[in-house]
Each structure stands twice: as structure tokens, then as C-alpha cells.
């Protein structure tokens, strides 16, 4: 009942032109395809040519990042007015490297989710533990305290667009996979928690997706989990027969 989401964040990989033969490469390869969803999330500058690009096909489009504001005197940043004046129509919020390098925090996290909901754009907002926190049995704790911030007066009507990326930080392009097993208790404890905080229908709907290091060999084993309902992906995202092999691999096993 859910449907599959398959992402590309290409962090801060591809100008404008590598992005257009992306798109070239990769559109031809899902003609055979249908049920499982697909979105690219580009750098800023990529966003208008890719969106236009795009239009009309099966690929969504959104960007890594906004603030929470609409407008005002803050250099470098653009709002979701901006992105959904040219058809952007996701976001992705929260992604660890953002957290690690740019200082942005779980309030910050809970601002731009109500922002992107407001605006109507589709939020993908990531957690996940580090790897200390794991070796210290803490994931759980981490990740009920990472959602209880994230959707923090969120209510339950509100909460139907939102996708839960579930990156743990140490298998964020490090080659080392989580197991299916653990991505799947990961997950369990992530839709408890939805649960606690929203109610059970809207813990049911939620699309919780799986991030890091997912490869075309790996994916397979991972959708067949039940609890996982797509995955976000990196590297391996870069490449179109790559992720076209991971979206067709995705959609046999879902
Ligand atoms: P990799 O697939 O490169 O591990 O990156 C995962 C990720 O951070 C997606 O947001």
C-alpha cells in the first residue's frame, strides 16, 4: 500500500550540463518500468534545466536543501517559495552531512519541515546514528529523539507527504551496507515511533526509505524487507545504468 521511492542525492556532484546527459542516459531505461517512484535531487544550480527537462516523465525533482524562511537577509540560502516557483516538488531535509559540516540542527530540521509542508513540497527528512552510537546500543535512542524533534507539533492530518530517510552515518559512502536485518529493526523502531508521535494510520502510511551505500547488488535484499519502502542513494546514484539498474532491481523485489 505504500509506494516505493527510489532517490538520488548527488550531494554536491554534477554542474548543469553532466546533469541534462544524466537525464539523457537514464529516462530511456525506465520506458519498460512502472510502480515505484523516482526522484532526483540535484544540486541548486542543476534545478531549472533538470525540471524542465523532467516535465512530463516519471522523475521527480527536489533540492538538498532550503531554509525555513521565505525571504530575507540571508546570504546564500534560497526558500520554498523559490524552489516551487520553478516546479521543484521535493526537498530533502536534515541529511547528515548537513548536520556534521553545515551545524544544522534537529530544530532547524523541525522549521523546514513545517516550511516544506506549508509550501507543499514532499520532505525527505534523514536520520540516522553514528557509529559510536550504535557500538553503545543507542541507536534506538538516537532515532526516537531524532524524529521526536524532527515532527514535533506536527499533527496527524499533516503528516500523509512526509518520507523518513533512514541514514545510518556510518554506512553514508563507506562501502559498508547496513544488513538487511539491521535496516529492518532500524526501520521497526522508526515506525513505532512514528506511532507513538502520529497515530497508527499515519505510521502504516509512512514511506521510510533506507540510506547508504545501496548499490545495485545490495537493493534487491533490502526492499524485500517489508518495513522498507524505498532507499535514498549516493554514489551510486551518479551513474544512470547504476541507478537504473538499482530503480529495476528495487521494483522486482518490492
Ligand atoms: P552513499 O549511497 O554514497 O553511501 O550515500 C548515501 C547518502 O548519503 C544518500 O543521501
Not at 530540521?109 to 546514528?129: F, S, W, Y
Not at 552510537?133 to 541507536?139: F, G
Not at 526509505?209 to 522498507?228: C, F, H, Q, T
Request: net charge negative.
Amino acid at each position: 500500500m505504500r509506494t516505493p521511492l527510489i532517490a538520488a542525492n548527488w550531494k554536491m556532484h554534477k554542474a548543469p550540463k553532466d546533469a541534462a546527459a544524466f537525464l539523457d542516459a537514464f529516462l530511456p531505461e525506465l520506458h519498460d518500468q512502472t510502480g515505484t517512484e523516482i526522484a532526483l535531487f540535484p544540486s541548486a544550480v542543476c534545478l531549472p534545466g533538470i525540471i524542465e527537462a523532467a516535465r512530463g516523465t516519471r522523475v521527480s525533482i527536489g533540492a538538498q536543501n532550503m531554509h525555513w524562511l521565505s525571504e530575507g537577509a540571508y546570504t546564500g540560502d534560497i526558500s520554498a517559495p523559490m524552489l516551487t516557483a520553478i516546479g521543484c516538488t521535493h526537498i530533502l531535509i536534515g541529511h547528515s552531512e548537513r548536520r556534521q559540516y553545515s551545524g544544522e540542527t534537529d530544530e532547524q530540521v523541525n522549521l523546514k519541515l513545517k516550511t516544506a509542508l506549508a509550501h507543499r513540497l514532499i520532505p525527505v527528512v534523514c536520520i540516522g546514528e553514528h557509529l559510536d552510537k550504535r557500538q553503545s546500543s543507542l541507536t534506538a535512542a538516537v532515532l526516537r529523539w531524532q524524529l521526536a524533534a524532527a515532527l514535533s507539533g506536527i499533527t496527524p492530518e499533516q503528516a500523509a507527504p512526509i518520507v523518513i530517510a533512514y541514514e545510518p552515518v556510518w554506512a553514508i559512502g563507506t562501502g559498508v551496507v547496513a544488513t538487511p536485518d539491521q535496516a529492518a529493526e532500524a526501520h521497526g523502531i522508526i515506525r513505532h515511533e512514528v506511532a507513538n508521535l502520529l497515530g497508527n494510520i499515519a505510521a502504516e502510511k509512512m514511506r521510510i526509505l533506507y540510506g547508504g551505500s545501496v548499490k545495485p547488488d545490495n537493493i534487491a535484499r533490502l526492499m524485500s524487507e517489508p518495513g522498507i519502502d524505498g532507499a535514498l542513494v549516493g554514489g551510486a546514484s551518479l551513474d544512470p545504468a547504476s541507478f537504473s539498474q538499482i530503480v529495476r532491481n528495487a521494483t522486482t523485489a518490492a
